[in-house]
């Protein structure tokens, strides 16, 4: 597998949000949108060649337990090519959690190993196409994050949560933001929206602690 990077910080986003983690970070993603705050991981050749055991190990080897993120790029790209071998080979290190764009399908395999999915689709803002695939809508694993900047966004997901029937008590807001003083204003201008449309809205701790250069 192409491999960007094993490290230890807190999740900085979704339904884990702030909890301490292991975070695999897979090369290669298809989509291209356009706030990505880690295009270097588009590359499908970026990084370097590991063995799934050489991964595991690596990952037990920083000594953080409990709980651990396989992130991309778009990491589901990787089915079929040792994805489900790692995950599955991760679950020694804690609860595994996939973030995903929520476009590819996953394996039964895959899912077997996996405890949560952080899946984040994507809004007109994205400027892709990036179809939901409607496993993750029926999946009690499956949590939903949307990057927004202003109220017609967050009304945005708000019709998109209604379309596709996922749970609003799963639905999170972040705000679309390269740096701390952009997450605040970004803020300010969809609080409202947000309460009236009863979604909730979190922060993303690691534009809020560090500037967009720093690995989280």
């Given at each position: 597998?192409?491999?960007l990077g094993?490290?230890?910080s807190?999740?900085?986003?979704g339904?884990?949000l702030g909890k301490?983690?292991?975070f695999i970070?897979?090369?290669?993603?298809?989509l291209r949108c356009v706030?990505?705050d880690?295009?270097y991981?588009?590359?499908?050749?970026g990084?370097?060649e590991?063995?799934?055991?050489?991964?595991?190990a690596?990952?037990a080897?920083?000594?953080?337990r409990?709980?651990?993120v396989?992130?991309?790029g778009?990491p589901?790209i990787w089915q079929?090519?040792?994805?489900?071998?790692?995950v599955?080979g991760?679950?020694?290190?804690g609860?595994v959690e996939?973030?995903?764009?929520?476009?590819?399908?996953?394996?039964?395999?895959l899912?077997?190993c996996?405890?949560f999915y952080?899946v984040?689709p994507?809004?007109?803002n994205a400027?892709?196409?990036?179809?939901?695939?409607k496993?993750?809508v029926s999946s009690p694993?499956?949590?939903?994050k949307?990057?927004?900047?202003?109220v017609?966004?967050?009304?945005?997901a708000?019709r998109y949560?209604?379309a596709f029937?996922i749970?609003?008590?799963?639905v999170?807001?972040?705000?679309?933001s390269q740096?701390?003083e952009?997450?605040a204003e970004?803020l300010r201008?969809?609080?409202?929206?947000?309460?009236k449309?009863?979604?909730?809205?979190?922060?993303?701790?690691?534009?809020?602690a560090?500037?967009?250069?720093?690995?989280?």
């Open positions: 597998m192409r491999v094993v490290f230890a807190l999740q900085g986003e339904v884990n301490p983690a292991v970070r897979l090369a290669g993603c298809p706030y990505c880690t295009k991981s588009w590359d499908f050749g990084g370097v590991m063995s799934v055991d050489e991964v595991v690596k990952a080897a920083l000594g953080v409990g709980h651990v396989v992130t991309g778009e589901l079929g090519r040792g994805l489900e071998e790692l599955c991760l679950k020694g290190l609860a996939v973030e995903t764009s929520g476009v590819y399908k996953s394996t039964p395999r899912d077997a996996v405890d952080d984040s994507k809004l007109s400027g892709v196409k990036a179809p939901l695939d496993f993750y694993k499956a949590w939903f949307f990057v927004v900047s202003d017609g966004d967050v009304e945005e708000a949560v209604e029937g749970p609003r008590d799963r999170f807001l972040m705000p679309m740096n701390a952009e997450h970004v201008r969809i609080w409202d929206a947000a309460v449309l009863g979604l909730r809205v979190t922060p993303r701790l690691h534009i809020v560090w500037d967009n250069e720093r690995e989280r």
